[in-house]
C-alpha cells in the first residue's frame, strides 16, 4: 500500500470524458490523487455509475481510502434551447422570459421564477461574464436588457445574476435525483453548489441522515450570501470549496484573491478541510507544462492553507490530466517546507474544547521531541482534523476501523489514513496504532512517536490524553 508521500496537501481530480476509463483512472490515483469528484452538471447517471465503479475497483486495488465526490448542480441559471449560436452587440436590445415561454427572438431562461427576480439596473451575465446584460425594465414576465458586453451565446449557458435574490430552492429535482444515485453509490461526499446559508447545508445533511448514509457535506462558497454567512456555514458544513469561478463572477474578480484567503482562514479556525478550485492549472487543458502564473497561484493557495487543490477541465477534459496531477504534486511538494505551523492560544473570551486544547499540546510536544510522527487514533476523525488545522511538521497518521472515516480524512491536510482493527481497550488500540504504522514503513524500532486519542475507545469527541512512546 502507497500511503504516504512527502506531500501534505491532498488533490482532487474530476473525472470526465479524458479520465473515463479504468487505466487512466488507476494511473491518476498512481500519480497521488486522493480523491475523485464527478461533477452531476455533465453526464447522464449511466456514466456517473460506471466511473464510481471504477473508482470502488482502483480503490479495492490500492488498499488505499480513495474519496468519491458528487458535486450537485444546484440552482444554476442557464439559457434554454436556442435554435442556433447567436452574436450579440453592443448597445442591442435583448428580452429575457421564462423559457417555456419564448418567442424566437426572445433568450428562454431557466428556471422561470428567475425573471420574476429581475428589476432595473440589475446585471445579467452570461457564459462566466463574457457576455454582460443590464436590465432596462421588466413588464408582463419579460425583461428588456441591453448588451453591454457583446458575444456569442448558445443554448444552456449558464447565467449569473449577481446581488439578486433568487426565489429558487437550494436543491432542485435533479439534485434530488442525482443525491439518489450518489448514496446509491456510496459517494463518500455531497457537495452543495450556490449555498446561501447554513440552512441549506442543514436541509442536506438531514436529507443524508434520512437515507441512513455516511456521506458528508461540502459547502461550496461562490455567492455573496454565502460570504455575509461564512463562519456559520463553515460551523454547518463538514468541509468546504472555495468556488473562485462562479465567486469571481458574482462580486468580480478582483475580490476573489482577499475572499480566498478569509474563506481559508475560516475553515482552518473550525477545523473544516478546504479546498480551492477552478483554474489551478487551466493552460493544461491543451498545454503539456503550465504557465509561471498558475504554479504560483497553486503555490499561493497552499501558503493561504488550503487542504487540497481541485483539478476541473484539467482532468475531466483535458489532454494531459496525469501531468496536471504530477505538476501540482511537485509544486506542492516544493512549497509546503516553507508553511509555519498555525500554533496559537485561545482569544480572549473563546472557549476552548478539550480536543482543541489536546490537539495544540500533542502538536506542541511533537515539534519539542522531533517526533518522527503524531498518532490519531480516532473513532469520528475529529482528532485528525483538529491536529490537521495546525499544520504540524510531523506526519498526522489517522488510524479508525471506519472506512467511510478514512475516507473522508482523504481531504485532511497532512493526514494519512489507515484501517486498523476494532479494540477493545485502550491499551491495544495504542499497541496497535504503532504497529499498524509500523508496517507500512512511516515509523521504524527506535523511533519517538506521540500518540493523542481518547481513553474512552470508539467513543466521539472524547479526545483527553496524549502520550510519547518509543517503537519496539
Not at 483512472?25 to 498512481?30: D, T
Not at 431557466?110 to 454582460?132: C, F, K, N
Request: proline content about 6%.
Amino acid at each position: 500500500m502507497k500511503a504516504f508521500s512527502a506531500r501534505r496537501t491532498k488533490i482532487v481530480a474530476t473525472l470526465g470524458p479524458a479520465s473515463s476509463s479504468l487505466e487512466v483512472i488507476r494511473a491518476l490515483a498512481e500519480a497521488g490523487v486522493d480523491a475523485f469528484r464527478l461533477n452531476f452538471s455533465y453526464g447522464e447517471h449511466a456514466e456517473h455509475e460506471r466511473l464510481a465503479g471504477f473508482v470502488h475497483e482502483v480503490r479495492a486495488e490500492t488498499d488505499r481510502p480513495l474519496a468519491l465526490i458528487g458535486d450537485l448542480q444546484g440552482p444554476k441559471i442557464r439559457l434554454g434551447e436556442v435554435d442556433s449560436p447567436r452574436m450579440l452587440e453592443v448597445g442591442e436590445r435583448v428580452v429575457l422570459v421564462a423559457e417555456e415561454k419564448a418567442s424566437a427572438d426572445e433568450l428562454p431562461l431557466a428556471p422561470a421564477a428567475t425573471v420574476d427576480a429581475l428589476g432595473p439596473g440589475h446585471e445579467v451575465l452570461i457564459d462566466d461574464g463574457s457576455v454582460r446584460l443590464r436590465v432596462e425594465s421588466v413588464s408582463r414576465d419579460r425583461a428588456v436588457c441591453a448588451v453591454v458586453e457583446g458575444g456569442e451565446i448558445d443554448s444552456h449557458k449558464g447565467v449569473n445574476l449577481p446581488g439578486v435574490p433568487l426565489p429558487i430552492p437550494s436543491l432542485t429535482e435533479k439534485d434530488l435525483s442525482d443525491l439518489e444515485l450518489a448514496l446509491e453509490l456510496e459517494f463518500d461526499f455531497v457537495a452543495l453548489s450556490f449555498v446561501r446559508a447554513a440552512a441549506d447545508v442543514v436541509a442536506l445533511r438531514e436529507l443524508i441522515a434520512n437515507r441512513r448514509s455516511n456521506a458528508a457535506v461540502i459547502a461550496k462558497i461562490e455567492m455573496p450570501q454565502a460570504i455575509e454567512a461564512l463562519e456559520e456555514i463553515v460551523a454547518a458544513a463538514d468541509a468546504v470549496i472555495v468556488a473562485r469561478g462562479d465567486l469571481g463572477v458574482e462580486v468580480g474578480q478582483v475580490a476573489v484573491p482577499l475572499l480566498q484567503k478569509r474563506i481559508i482562514a475560516a475553515s482552518l479556525d473550525q477545523a473544516r478541510p478546504v479546498i480551492t478550485a477552478t483554474q489551478m492549472l487551466e493552460s493544461m487543458v491543451s498545454s503539456p507544462e503550465p504557465t509561471r502564473a498558475e504554479m504560483s497561484d497553486i503555490a499561493n493557495a497552499i501558503l493561504d492553507g488550503s487542504s487540497a487543490l481541485l483539478l476541473s477541465a484539467e482532468t475531466a477534459i483535458g489532454a494531459h490530466p496525469l501531468e496536471a496531477v504530477r505538476f501540482m504534486s511537485e509544486i506542492a511538494r516544493a512549497v509546503e517546507p516553507s508553511l509555519g505551523y498555525r500554533h496559537r492560544l485561545p482569544r480572549p473570551g473563546e472557549q476552548a474544547a478539550i480536543g482543541q486544547a489536546m490537539s495544540n499540546a500533542a502538536c506542541d510536544v511533537a515539534e519539542l521531541l522531533q517526533a518522527k510522527a503524531i498518532l490519531a487514533p480516532t473513532f469520528s476523525g475529529r482528532t485528525s482534523a483538529a491536529l490537521a488545522r495546525l499544520r504540524p511538521q510531523r506526519p498526522i497518521i489517522a488510524l479508525s476501523h471506519n472506512r467511510y472515516i478514512l475516507r473522508r480524512l482523504a481531504l485532511e491536510w497532512g493526514v494519512i489514513p489507515l484501517e486498523i482493527p476494532s479494540c477493545p481497550n485502550v491499551d491495544t488500540l495504542w499497541r496497535r496504532s504503532i504497529e499498524v504504522a509500523r508496517s507500512h514503513g512511516l515509523v521504524a524500532r527506535g523511533d519517538r512517536v506521540v500518540i493523542t486519542g481518547g481513553t474512552a475507545v470508539n467513543v466521539a469527541d472524547s479526545t483527553n490524553v496524549i502520550k510519547v512512546e518509543e517503537v519496539l
